[in-house]
């Protein structure tokens, strides 16, 4: 069949609408048309070419909800006309990580997801004969893709998808950080390092939890209203202050019980870890940095009860978390709406990303 699709033929260039030819699903796999894609910050940074993984020509996007249209021989889990949302981190529930109850990183397909394959080998998208790859096994920036049944996740229909689909990475990366990795409990102090489309889930993760102070930290101070929306108590501009570690410190009397780094800089990670409390102060590390950067600090930060952890996809498990955390949207336990800043065409696409870089957005939905 033929779809339209937003093309990343290079790095740093911008994309180009053209229609493609798909490969219908095979054995295990499921034809969806995705019907909305939100544009996430690591789809501006693989187009950057800042993604050791990242090829080219190919179909990024991996923030997408849509409805199975067609399903490969043996799936069972999915049927034709199901609302669901493309995970980007599957669960096939088989593998010795799935089975083993302390991570989500389900190994089942990940070396082919990262060559921009299919489980089989092959892509299912070519242009004019040429093959184009996948990614992150979802390539939502086409109106019709192809997935693998175990990643997908089936949601309720009456859920808008224009703004679930936002579901599909920075809602649950932001709030399953506090929730599944961090588990924030009340009375705690959290800081929150860049507050955009993953940050402010995390603020509204950690009101959810109960935490007592929530400091954000972004360098642009349009940023200080958006926090207050979602419970940020205290904002801090690091322009603005001449040693942010020290200020954050003293602000929390020792400093966070937890802190998340939300923008990718390795320099913003060291400082989210130092800013801890010393003893038991844990530090998150959501933000995806570029190819070839190393993170530092003195391990005397460690020897002194400090913890540095990272986590892919808020900890969540996709099929099982997923469809929980659609119903948190719907029954109010958790905002989305207002994170919605742009509603654009396919057609609009590139300005998705410009605005993103521009610090106008919080997400740009591409609606289809
Ligand atoms: P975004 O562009 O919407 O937000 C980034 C924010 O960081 C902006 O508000 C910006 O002003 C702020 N910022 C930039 N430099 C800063 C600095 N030096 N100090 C303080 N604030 C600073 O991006 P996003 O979509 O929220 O994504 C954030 C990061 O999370 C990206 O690196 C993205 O790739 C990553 N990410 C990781 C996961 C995961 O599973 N680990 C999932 C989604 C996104
Ligand atoms: N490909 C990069 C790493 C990119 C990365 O860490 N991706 C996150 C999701 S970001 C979503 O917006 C992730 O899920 N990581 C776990 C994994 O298995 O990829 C690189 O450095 O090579
Ligand atoms: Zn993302």
């Not at 649950?172 to 940050?199: C, E, R, Y």
């Not at 937890?258 to 923008?263: E, G, I, N």
């Not at 057609?347 to 521009?358: S, V």
């Amino acid at each position: 069949m033929k779809t339209r699709a937003a093309v990343a033929f290079e790095a740093k260039q911008p994309l180009e609408i053209v229609e493609l030819d798909l490969e219908g699903p095979k054995a295990g796999e499921v034809l969806v048309e995705i019907m909305a894609t939100g544009i996430c910050h690591t789809d501006a940074y693989t187009l950057d070419g800042l993604d050791s993984e990242g090829l080219f020509p190919s179909v990024l996007g991996h923030e997408g909800a849509g409805v199975v249209r067609e399903v490969g021989a043996g799936v069972t889990s999915v049927k034709p006309g199901d609302h669901v949302i493309p995970l980007y981190t599957p669960e096939c529930r088989q593998c010795k990580m799935c089975l083993s109850g302390k991570t989500n990183l389900c190994s089942a397909i990940r070396e082919t997801q990262g060559k921009g394959l299919m489980p089989d080998g092959t892509s299912r998208f070519s242009y004019k004969g040429e093959t184009i790859y996948h990614y992150m096994g979802c390539s939502t920036f086409s109106n019709f893709t192809v997935l693998p049944e175990i990643a997908v996740a089936k949601i309720r229909t009456d859920a808008p998808f224009d703004t679930s689909c936002y579901i599909g990475c920075g809602v649950t990366t932001g709030v399953g950080a506090v929730t599944n990795t961090a588990k924030v409990q009340p009375g705690d102090n959290v800081v929150v390092f860049g507050l955009g489309g993953i940050g402010l889930n995390v603020i509204q993760g950690a009101k959810m939890a109960g935490a007592d102070r929530i400091v954000g930290v972004d360098i642009n101070n349009s940023k200080k209203e958006w926090g207050e929306k979602f419970g940020m108590t205290d904002f801090v501009n690091p322009k603005e202050t001449s040693d942010v570690v020290a200020h954050l410190v003293e602000l929390l009397d020792g400093g966070a019980d937890y802190s998340f780094d939300c923008t990718g800089n390795t320099d913003v990670m060291r400082q989210a870890l130092e800013c801890c409390h010393k003893g038991w102060g844990t530090s998150i590390i959501i933000g995806v940095a570029e190819a070839g950067k190393e993170i530092a600090t003195r391990p005397f930060q460690l020897v002194t009860g400090r913890n540095w952890r990272g986590t892919a996809f808020g900890g969540a498990k996709g099929r099982t978390d997923v469809p929980k955390i659609v119903d948190w949207y719907m029954n109010g336990k958790i905002a989305i709406d207002p994170m919605i800043t742009h509603r654009l065409t396919l057609d609009e696409i590139n300005k998705g990303f410009d605005l993103m870089h521009a610090g106008e957005s919080i997400r740009s939905v591409v609606v289809y």
